[in-house]
């Protein structure tokens, strides 16, 4: 009987780890942690940044924003995803829905509380950031070009609440986030050809569904294009260090999966293309670390207070 009960707890903390994607949340995390020590904080020391209470809590309210975000968007898309993704839709109704909701409410009164105690204005930033997430997961991402650009939006906006922290507005900063928005936007419409059964199924009016493979993966080519805007911009105009070895690389993954893409309809290849749309992102995110090597090679005087 307590194996049992044992076996059980572990299926349920295993099926919530999936639903709010623990993994996602930390690379979010680690990403915000050093795009504060990098770009937004980067003439204050490492240790001063690292131990800063407030910018632990913004992270922290982040986290929670963004897990009851992917808990509101697995409920409204639970018969989309058991179309798509059956295995992990079957582990993620080892929970209930009604567990789901309160789990979701729970970690978002978190997220504005714990915003607070730094400032009214963090609270009203995560308040915010909240609706809008919802209001994603209910209405807009059933809408082709509305439901992408929104998409990429909310997943890049908590760096935004480091931002106002930091209050670093200098154009480097916006130009950075551009190039991580178009990244995003990209993932997303390729996502999108991953899922189209489920999006029919749904009445999911994406851009796959209701203009076609084709049409899709044309501005999937062009938003590929744009991206040698801000690349071009950070190499030419700012001291970006070794970063700008990612920015080659990822426009010579960019090339391969464009010519991927025209290669294939098939779903599984679709699916194996998103995985490495998500790895040259992780892969962003820690190319961070190469703006100023010093930090690599000198740590520990950096670290000193």
Request: glycine share 4%.
């Amino acid at each position: 009987m307590f194996k049992r009960k044992t076996k059980y707890l572990f299926l349920k903390l295993l099926s919530l780890f999936s639903v709010v994607r623990a993994y996602n949340i930390f690379i979010i995390v680690v990403a915000q942690y050093l795009a504060a020590i990098f770009i937004l904080a980067k003439d204050q020391r490492i240790l001063k940044t690292v131990l800063d209470l407030n910018l632990f809590l913004i992270v922290f309210s982040s986290a929670l924003a963004i897990a009851g975000g992917y808990i509101i968007n697995n409920f409204y898309d639970s018969e989309k995803d058991l179309i798509n993704r059956p295995v992990k839709t079957m582990l993620d109704r080892v929970v209930s829905q009604e567990f789901k909701l309160k789990v979701y409410f729970g970690l978002n009164f978190l997220a504005v509380l714990f915003s607070l105690v730094v400032s009214w204005h963090a609270s009203f930033f995560f308040s915010v950031y909240i609706f809008l997430l919802w209001f994603y997961s209910h209405k807009l991402k059933k809408y082709p070009f509305i439901g992408n650009l929104f998409a990429a939006f909310v997943a890049i906006l908590p760096f935004f609440g480091i931002l106002m922290y930091f209050e670093n507005f200098h154009f480097v900063i916006f130009v950075h986030a551009a190039l991580v928005y178009l990244l995003v936007l990209i993932r997303e419409l390729i996502k999108d050809l991953t899922s189209i059964k489920g999006d029919l199924a749904n009445n999911y009016k994406t851009i796959s569904v209701i203009y076609g493979e084709f049409f899709a993966k044309r501005c999937i080519s062009f938003l590929s294009f744009l991206v040698l805007i801000p690349s071009w911009i950070l190499m030419h105009d700012y001291d970006i260090g070794y970063m700008n070895y990612f920015l080659y690389f990822a426009l010579l993954i960019l090339l391969v999966i464009n010519f991927l893409l025209y290669r294939t309809d098939a779903t599984l290849e679709y699916k194996k293309i998103h995985l490495l749309m998500k790895i040259l992102i992780l892969i962003g995110i820690f190319s961070i670390l190469l703006i100023d090597i010093k930090v690599l090679s000198y740590g520990k005087a950096l670290l000193l207070p």
